[in-house]
């Protein structure tokens, strides 16, 4: 049974950093490529970036130099790294594998 479980988001001021982790179990983690998404109130669940097997990244242009995408594949772990957090960064953010799994989700909150 894949499970991703998600953490790190929070309350954070604009212009701030956080580090978001989705751990991975079940899954031959590194065969996978791996994403994350958002979804924001009232608005549809959007691709932000995501990490293919071989590690190369691609992302959305909303977070394209803002924001770092990345994989220990030895710890079964994926990686966001948000940096200059904007107030419509926020929005809860969901780990996903192309196995089909997605993890629960941690919410992101960008306020003053």
């Known amino acids: 049974q894949v499970q991703l479980v998600e953490s790190g988001g929070g309350l954070v001021q604009p212009g701030g950093s956080l580090r978001l982790s989705c751990l991975a179990s079940g899954i031959i983690f590194r065969l996978y490529s791996m994403d994350w998404y958002r979804q924001a109130p009232g608005k549809q669940r959007e691709l932000v970036a995501t990490i293919t097997s071989g590690g190369n990244?691609?992302?959305?242009?909303?977070?394209?130099?803002?924001?770092?995408?990345?994989?220990?594949?030895?710890?079964?772990?994926?990686?966001?790294?948000?940096?200059?957090?904007?107030?419509?960064?926020?929005?809860?953010y969901y780990c996903h594998s192309t196995i089909g799994a997605w993890g629960q989700g941690t919410q992101v909150t960008v306020s003053s």
């Open 57 to 92: 990244a691609f992302y959305a242009d909303s977070v394209k130099s803002r924001f770092t995408i990345s994989r220990d594949n030895a710890k079964k772990t994926l990686y966001l790294q948000m940096n200059s957090l904007k107030p419509e960064d926020t929005a809860v």
